[in-house]
């Protein structure tokens, strides 16, 4: 018997590992052969679907680093964060204390908290975003955390819902976004000027990571700000471009 542990080494399950199918004794056989099973259509598939979740609730309290109103949260105390599933539509902002209760579910290698609920409480110990590389959000060891990273700005792709920037660092992409639905993203966004391809830029977010396995080698990760207030420019594009 051992723990699972996420990119972050936090225990994320239990394994149990055995020698010998020897070791596995069938307790009952099934019905029929799994493929003897009836066809069925797709929209009655939900009728076979049975789910039971015995975990107790879970109560925690940390600092609110983003919010996605009736969706997530992040909650972050000290040097760790967790990621909290909510239907919450209170206007909470990043930087706000909060307590968060909710059912522990771990998926993808990550714990965290689903069907929880949200409150405010006294103001918590405001949070510093650490300045990191793509070294290390790639291997997931800042995944829900607030972090900044500097690169070059490569593409920008707008729309109704996201603003996505594409980054180079040390010859490596990676992708930062402005989803709108954010509580701090501001109803003014259309009209704030986004810098141009060519320029350096420090942006600062959760580092969301696609998946928690740190016995993979790379994780795609995506930096999610807050608002265009998490956007600094270091340094404007040069003057000399192909064109020119």
Known sequence: AGGDFDSKMQM?????????????EILKQPVSHPWATPLQKLDEVIYSYRDSNQSGRSRIAGTLTYYEPGWLAIVEQGDRAMLVKTASTLPLHAGVGVEATGF??????????????????????????RLIDWENASQGQSAYNLVSMEGEVVAVVRDSRV??????????????????????????????????????????GVCFVDDGN???????????????????VLQ??????VKR
């Not at 920037?165 to 986004?194: P, T, V």
């Open 163 to 204: 603003d996505w920037f594409i980054l180079r660092s040390f010859g490596h992409l990676f992708s930062a976004s402005l989803r709108h639905r954010s509580a701090d993203a501001g109803s003014g966004i259309g009209e704030i000027a986004l810098p141009s391809v060519g320029s350096r830029v420090r942006i600062t």
């Open 214 to 232: 740190h016995w993979r080698d790379r994780l795609w990760f995506d930096v999610r700000m807050r608002s265009l207030e998490d956007l600094a």
């Open 12 to 24: 994320a399950g239990i394994l149990l590992d055995g020698d010998s199918w020897k070791n596995v």
């Open 104 to 129: 522990p579910v771990i998926s993808e290698g990550n714990l965290h908290l689903d069907y929880a609920a949200l409150r405010p409480v006294a103001q918590a110990t405001q949070v510093q975003p």
């Open 236 to 241: 404007a594009p040069s003057w000399w471009t």
